[in-house]
């Protein structure tokens, strides 16, 4: 019986030493591998550089307060991508329709008239880098105001800032907050 469990036990422990090298070594190495070769932008992160500085990622928002630059969405996690997390309150929470009551009022108070759901709601993660087209727009005129440039030239930056859907059906036209900021930068230090 003994010599039976020994002769069962052996090809058990080495199978699983075996997936255990294949699937937590070999696997994960070349698949590293690969995505460094073929991807290695996205590998790394989608790391957006300024000046050879790392300002920040094309997957990660960041807060933008100042009323110069596009507003993202709100985060559940406070910007923090160490706490990715969305609030966990349902539609039918109380909490959250007050805090979305109290975000749309303070925007009509700044004078927007129709505040878009993604103005005013967190994305699942809490960090979406991306507003909608229409978001954008909305806040064109308040961006132009503070940099004292034409609005037509504020709203022809977010219509080339507009990501549509990839392959044409998955997702929907949107645009990276931080992406935008950079190109307001570029033209407003350019005179545009």
């Known amino acids: 019986m003994l010599k039976t469990f020994a002769s069962a036990l052996r090809p058990a422990v080495m199978m699983t030493a075996g997936f255990a090298l294949l699937l937590g ?25 300024r000046h050879g500085q790392v300002i920040g990622s094309d997957l990660l ?22 706490a990715s997390a969305g609030s966990n309150l349902g539609p039918a929470s ?56 034409p609005v037509a030239r504020v709203e022809a930056l977010v219509r080339a800032a507009i990501e549509t859907p990839l392959a044409g059906v998955l997702g929907e036209n949107r645009v990276n907050v931080l992406r935008l900021n950079l190109a307001l930068d570029a033209a407003a230090s350019q005179g545009a």
């Open 25 to 49: 070594g070999a696997y994960p190495l070349a698949i590293t591998a690969a995505a460094q070769a073929l991807f290695p932008r996205q590998a790394n992160g989608s790391l957006i550089r």
């Open 61 to 82: 928002a960041q807060s933008f307060a100042a009323p110069g630059y596009f507003h993202p969405r709100p985060s559940a996690a406070n910007y923090d991508a160490g």
């Open 94 to 149: 109380a909490a959250l329709a007050q805090r979305i009551a109290k975000d749309t009022a303070a925007l009509r108070a700044q004078g927007y008239s129709h505040v878009p759901p993604a103005m005013v709601t967190t994305s699942a993660s809490g960090l979406d880098p991306h507003i909608s087209p229409e978001a954008a727009l909305l806040q064109a005129p308040r961006v132009a105001q503070a940099r004292h440039m």
